[in-house]
């Protein structure tokens, strides 16, 4: 088995934490969330994926306003968060030629766990922190938020597709290159 219902839980709200994060001095306030759902899904996955959610809203300040439980093929989740901005939000279309590329937060751990749940690296069982990096991942909220209120950056985005991508993607936003 792949994923429990608390997994998913825990890294549906934190990634979606983590966009906002990106965002510069934004402190999260509510979410939705929703689900597609296999007949045969036991009801006991369900209920422990809220309770889990919950926990999650809890510990980050979050208020779950609402959500959706629909028949579908194949499971799948999807959330969004909202929140206030303190001043003006950091975009990823500040951008520009000379501007350094800096990081915040561990890069590649969550790629190493998802490595070794899917057991592509068997030798990378002896670091089980990968995995809990994989599916709860630490939003970055304090960084983002101190960051957006000293004006350090002039573009930001959550770094979750790797830095070669992210690097890829802030540029062309901003209409140059890295």
């Known amino acids: 088995r792949f994923a429990t219902p608390e997994n998913l839980a825990r890294k549906l709200m934190r990634v979606n934490l983590s966009d906002l994060a990106a965002m510069g001095d934004v402190r999260p306030v509510s979410c939705v969330t929703g689900a597609g759902l296999r007949k045969l899904t036991p009801p006991a996955f369900i209920d422990r994926f809220i309770r889990e959610l919950r ?4 510990r980050f300040g979050v208020s779950v306003a609402g959500g959706n439980l629909a028949g579908s093929r194949e499971n799948h989740f999807y959330m969004t968060v909202w929140g206030e901005a ?3 939000p950091v975009l990823r279309r500040g951008a520009r030629p000379g501007d350094l590329l800096v990081n915040v937060g561990p890069l590649g751990e969550a790629a190493a766990g998802l490595e070794m749940q899917m057991n592509i690296f068997p030798e990378l069982k002896k670091f089980p922190g990968l995995v809990r990096s994989f599916w709860s991942p630490e939003p970055q909220l304090a960084a983002g938020a101190k960051i957006g209120r000293l004006k350090l950056a002039a573009a930001m985005m959550d770094n ?11 540029a062309a936003a901003g209409g140059c290159r890295a």
């Open 160 to 170: 979750s597709d790797g830095l070669l991508s992210s690097a890829r993607q802030l």
């Open 55 to 58: 926990r999650e809203a809890l």
């Open 86 to 88: 303190e001043g003006a």
